[in-house]
């Protein structure tokens, strides 16, 4: 079946860091992809999303990269920073349907 | 600042009894999700509605779960009888009608489930 999937359960950077999360999906029908942002005892939360139209875009210390061509993903956060510690997850959705599929989530460790 | 408002935060239960989650979907939105989060499976979708009719809920449980929208800002998710291995936390998440490209949804804090 189709799935979004992670390389990478924890990502471990120092402060000031830049950070790379990725993101591989298998449904090359995906149009519509966004990053979340899931910190403790709290619900996931929008970062950043991408059209399938682009292949990169920026936001506020973070960039989302896609390649459609090997069906990647990644989240680019700049300057890491302790609040950025979390869970982030990666979700894919097509054109026409109402579903998206998330990610298992990386967990990223900011160290000071 | 419009968010989704999800009710009780946390609720410990015993085996047997019944549990009622309510979701305040964010104003404007006419789609509804209920998700479930556990370590072992990640995000789960049980069900969707779209203008508080329920479309898929495919994901539920059906002989005791049930989801229902009495009105526009009123989402609610019901277990009877709840089991411990319901316990897990339990997101609404609204949107604009996803069907289109590039409708994000947006999720609430989330109710935290534990059934002893």
């Known amino acids: 079946g189709e799935s979004v999937g992670l390389h990478l359960p924890t990502l471990s950077v120092q402060e000031g860091d830049n950070s790379i999360i990725n993101c591989a999906y298998s449904n090359s029908a995906s149009d519509y992809f966004i990053w979340y942002k899931q910190e403790s005892g709290k619900g996931p939360q929008f970062i950043i999303d991408?059209?399938?139209?682009?292949d990169k875009r920026q936001g506020q210390r973070v960039t989302v990269l896609l390649n459609k061509t090997v069906k990647h993903l990644s989240l680019q956060i700049a300057a890491t920073q302790p609040g950025d510690s979390a869970v982030y997850f990666c979700?894919?959705?097509?054109?026409?349907?109402?579903?998206?599929?998330f990610g298992t989530g990386t967990r990223l460790k900011v160290l000071a | 600042d419009a968010r989704v408002t999800q009710t009780p935060r946390h609720k410990v239960t015993e085996m047997g009894q019944e549990v009622t989650m309510r979701c305040q979907p964010i104003?404007?939105?006419?789609?509804v999700f209920w998700y479930r989060q556990t370590m072992m499976q990640g995000l789960e979708l049980l069900a969707y509605f779209r203008n508080r009719a329920p479309l898929d809920d495919s994901g539920m449980p059906k002989d005791r779960f049930s989801a229902e929208m009495p009105d526009a800002t009123l989402a609610t998710l019901k277990i009877q009888p709840s089991e411990p291995r319901d316990s897990a936390v339990y997101f609404c998440?609204?949107?604009?009608?996803?069907?289109?490209?590039?409708?994000?949804?947006?999720f609430g804090e989330g109710s935290w489930l534990t059934v002893v």
């Open positions: 998440a609204s949107s604009t009608d996803t069907r289109s490209s590039g409708n994000t949804i947006y």
């Open positions: 104003l404007g939105h006419n789609t």
């Open positions: 991408i059209r399938s139209n682009m």
């Open positions: 979700a894919e959705k097509t054109s026409g349907t109402y579903k998206y599929i």
